[in-house]
């Protein structure tokens, strides 16, 4: 795997931490599951919302048992192996970055939501007032600067060559782009606002920086297909790409509101809740997974 896709895969996904659990194997098969648990790891199941979803799963007929782990490179393999029926931890980029490496198919089963990289401006209030030929920052590693420049062209700030991707760069940039990128170290883009038109800023540095994720001018746009590849998913094994029970716990992620605040909640107002087709999910996928390839 290439240098430059390692980075990309980690771009909302921290790298520390150690294995908590994985003990048992998986008791759901395809097809009806009542009367079976159906075991779905994840990462962070401190948060509240899944007591909430658990419960809400029950009302259902269906019982859950979540399975916690905090080591990101863990859930795919257990998933693969039959430990889990289902993990929900990753978005598309991680999944294809696994799927590749592991020489693996494991598959999109469902959305839940996108956590949105933001541009902020300490001089305009909104993108439409940025001036043409302003000078806006975007982080220099590669996976934020990819993620950063699509967010400017969404928002008609700039335009990329061959409509950009996940490994986009600065030099992508086309000329006729209503403003100039500077890349800068993601520490640096914050405190360089009052010399720029606005900066891409990492979710990380917001509140360092004075500032609230609702201040945001422009974020990913989740209607854009560009920014498909940064939705969190439910994952699943080829062969359960159409089990009913397993679809049916991702619609009850999808629409019980009180699951659904709490996502909200748990990612401090951050999170956009999505629900983009499964078929779409697949042709991000394996378009995702096709570039990694090329680009090894």
Same mark, same amino acid.
């Given at each position: 795997?290439?240098?430059?896709?390692?980075?990309?895969?980690?771009?909302?996904?921290? @790298?520390?931490?150690?294995?908590?659990?994985?003990?048992?194997?998986?008791?759901?098969?395809?097809?009806?599951?009542?009367?079976?648990?159906?075991?779905?790891?994840?990462?962070?199941?401190?948060?509240?919302?899944?007591?909430?979803?658990?419960?809400?799963?029950?009302?259902?007929?269906?019982?859950?048992?979540?399975?916690?782990?905090?080591?990101?490179?863990?859930?795919?393999?257990?998933?693969?192996?039959?430990?889990?029926?289902?993990?929900?931890?990753?978005?598309?980029?991680?999944?294809?970055?696994?799927?590749?490496?592991?020489?693996?198919?494991?598959?999109?089963?469902?959305?839940?939501?996108?956590?949105?990289?933001?541009?902020?401006?300490?001089?305009?209030?909104?993108?439409?007032?940025?001036?043409?030929?302003?000078?806006?920052?975007?982080?220099?590693?590669?996976?934020?600067?990819?993620?950063?420049?699509?967010?400017?062209?969404?928002?008609?700030?700039?335009?990329?060559?061959?409509?950009?991707?996940?490994?986009?760069?600065?030099?992508?940039?086309?000329?006729?782009?209503?403003?100039?990128?500077?890349?800068?170290?993601?520490?640096?883009?914050?405190?360089? @606002?009052?010399?720029?038109?606005?900066?891409?800023?990492?979710?990380?540095?917001?509140?360092?920086?004075?500032?609230?994720?609702?201040?945001?001018?422009?974020?990913?746009?989740?209607?854009?297909?560009?920014?498909?590849?940064?939705?969190?998913?439910?994952?699943?094994?080829?062969?359960?790409?159409?089990?009913?029970?397993?679809?049916?716990?991702?619609?009850?992620?999808?629409?019980?509101?009180?699951?659904?605040?709490?996502?909200?909640?748990?990612?401090?107002?951050?999170?956009?809740?999505?629900?983009?087709?499964?078929?779409?999910?697949?042709?991000?996928?394996?378009?995702?997974?096709?570039?990694?390839?090329?680009?090894?």
């Amino acid at each position: 795997m290439s240098k430059k896709f390692i980075a990309a895969a980690a771009i909302v996904l921290p @790298l520390s931490l150690a294995l908590a659990g994985c003990a048992g194997g998986s008791s759901a098969a395809s097809g009806d599951a009542a009367d079976e648990v159906v075991r779905i790891g994840v990462v962070g199941a401190g948060d509240p919302y899944w007591e909430t979803y658990t419960e809400a799963a029950a009302a259902e007929g269906i019982e859950v048992e979540i399975v916690d782990f905090t080591e990101y490179t863990q859930p795919n393999p257990a998933l693969a192996a039959g430990e889990l029926d289902l993990n929900q931890f990753q978005h598309v980029i991680y999944l294809a970055t696994y799927n590749v490496q592991a020489d693996d198919d494991l598959v999109a089963l469902g959305s839940t939501a996108i956590y949105p990289l933001g541009l902020y401006s300490t001089q305009y209030g909104s993108v439409e007032e940025i001036p043409e030929g302003s000078t806006v920052a975007v982080p220099n590693d590669e996976s934020n600067q990819a993620r950063g420049l699509l967010v400017l062209q969404s928002a008609g700030l700039i335009e990329l060559e061959d409509g950009g991707s996940i490994f986009s760069t600065v030099a992508d940039v086309l000329p006729e782009s209503k403003v100039t990128v500077e890349a800068l170290d993601a520490a640096f883009t914050a405190t360089s @606002l009052p010399d720029v038109a606005a900066a891409i800023i990492n979710n990380d540095f917001v509140a360092d920086a004075g500032l609230e994720f609702d201040d945001a001018i422009a974020v990913d746009d989740p209607s854009d297909p560009n920014a498909v590849p940064y939705i969190n998913i439910f994952a699943a094994r080829a062969e359960d790409a159409d089990n009913p029970t397993y679809l049916k716990l991702i619609e009850i992620y999808q629409d019980t509101q009180t699951v659904t605040d709490g996502v909200i909640e748990a990612s401090g107002g951050t999170a956009v809740l999505v629900k983009t087709p499964a078929a779409d999910l697949a042709t991000s996928l394996a378009e995702v997974e096709d570039d990694i390839r090329a680009n090894q």
